[in-house]
């Protein structure tokens, strides 16, 4: 059992103390939710291996009770395996794959276009001691390219990361969380890409009328406001420009195939219409296949 109910946990920060890592910020919502306090180590991204009496290069790390685990699927799969009668994070298996496969696609669409944007801030929020390691090592991982030439444009990139967000807004349109009632290990893996923004974003990237606000709030403010943590910068604000895309659909959002579960012939008959052609059909009437 942890010692004083608190876990040892190896923070990644920015110079204001800021976690910037979604995999620590994923790990930090999992210790919280299992009911454990967080026995913080700061550092930067330099000198990890020191940190961790040379356990790791690479955060996130726990230490529970002089027992060390790293990487941040493991941390969950040992907090759950380790203290199964407090909340579960993962529960049934398909909730790792499922998330697994979200997390991906989150990747893709939102932190990858986000990070060639924040790049320089990236970088200018670390530790004046972690720039040297940020700029050799992020500019071989886009090519050897400079970071000053990966943000050009940026202006131009960050309205068409948002009409990308549309199947996540569909799903928590219809869900309280990703988890359904209660958060799970999924909701903080797919929060952990917007906290992670927080944490670098310099102009917000997201418009103030965004419906995934109402998600990413609630999220920010779990556990007492743990994603609230000074050092933290709007995410919502952006002023789209004309000729930018729509930023999301000012409809519903069509989720799994249909905007409305199919309850009978009335349920689908606008969309029925929609797809072949064909006027709507008054409730009751059999619409077209």
Not at 122 to 146: C, L, Q, V
Not at 176 to 199: H, I, M, Q
Not at 206 to 214: A, K, Q
Request: contains cysteine; negative net charge.
């Amino acid at each position: 059992m942890a010692k004083d109910n608190k876990i040892t946990f190896f923070d990644l920060n920015h110079e204001s103390g800021c976690t910037t890592s979604p995999f620590v910020w994923a790990t930090k919502y999992a210790i919280k939710h299992k009911g454990f306090d967080l026995d913080v180590v700061p550092g930067g991204f330099t000198g990890i291996l020191e940190r961790t009496g040379g356990r790791s290069e690479r955060l996130p790390v726990i230490c529970d009770d002089g027992e060390y685990v790293l990487d941040s699927w493991l941390i969950a799969e040992y907090l759950d395996a380790k203290y199964p009668d407090r909340p579960t994070l993962i529960g049934d298996p398909s909730v790792k794959v499922l998330a697994q496969f979200l997390e991906t696609w989150l990747w893709k669409t939102a932190i990858s276009p986000w990070m060639t944007c924040y790049i320089l801030q990236y970088r200018s929020r670390a530790f004046p001691h972690d720039h040297a390691y940020i700029t050799e090592s992020r500019e071989r991982m886009f090519g050897n390219r400079k970071l000053e030439d990966i943000a050009v444009g940026r202006e131009d990139r960050l309205p068409k990361v948002l009409p990308e967000l549309e199947l996540l807004r569909g799903l928590l349109g219809q869900h309280k969380w990703l988890g359904g009632e209660t958060p799970n290990y999924a909701d903080y893996r797919a929060l952990a890409v917007f906290l992670w923004c927080a944490s670098v974003a310099d102009i917000p990237p997201m418009t103030e009328d965004d419906p995934l606000r109402d998600w990413i709030d609630r999220g920010f403010d779990l556990y007492g406001g743990l994603g609230r943590i000074p050092g933290m910068s709007p995410l919502f604000g952006l002023q789209l420009r004309e000729g930018d895309p729509e930023p999301f659909a000012k409809g519903p959002s069509l989720v799994a195939g249909l905007v409305k579960r199919n309850t009978g012939p009335a349920s689908t008959a606008a969309e029925t219409a929609h797809i072949t052609g064909a006027k709507s059909t008054n409730q009751g009437e059999k619409a077209e296949a």
